[in-house]
């Protein structure tokens, strides 16, 4: 069961609807907070794969390694930029 005062906040019929605002620009604050982020996690993401894809890799382990470096470092790319999607649009909208 939800509480009252959850009620009224989603109530469009109670005194504090329409949000005020002071609410409407701190909402996009965050929008913006959230946006700039995922653009920073992509960036490292991809900074991150660029230096795994091109790093040398020891001789001892060449012969193994450089086959699966490139695809190991595309895969880690779309594990991180997935994961700044996700953060970023299902994040936590209802604080508990």
């Given amino acids: 069961m939800t509480s ?4 009224s906040r989603f109530n469009p019929a109670s005194p504090a609807w329409p949000p005020s605002p002071a609410s409407e620009a701190q909402r996009e604050a ?6 700039r982020r995922l653009v920073q996690r992509i960036a490292l993401a991809l900074a991150i794969g ?3 894809a091109l790093a ?3 001789v001892s382990l ?3 390694l450089v086959p699966a470096q490139v695809p190991l470092a595309i895969f880690l790319i779309v ?5 700044a999607l996700y953060d970023t649009f299902f994040w936590d ?4």
């Fill in 4 to 7: 009252s005062k959850e009620a």
């Fill in 30 to 35: 965050a929008r913006r907070r959230r946006w």
């Fill in 50 to 52: 660029l230096f795994l």
């Fill in 56 to 58: 040398p890799t020891p």
């Fill in 62 to 64: 060449s012969g193994w």
């Fill in 79 to 83: 594990i991180l930029i997935g994961k």
């Fill in 93 to 96: 909208r209802y604080p508990r």
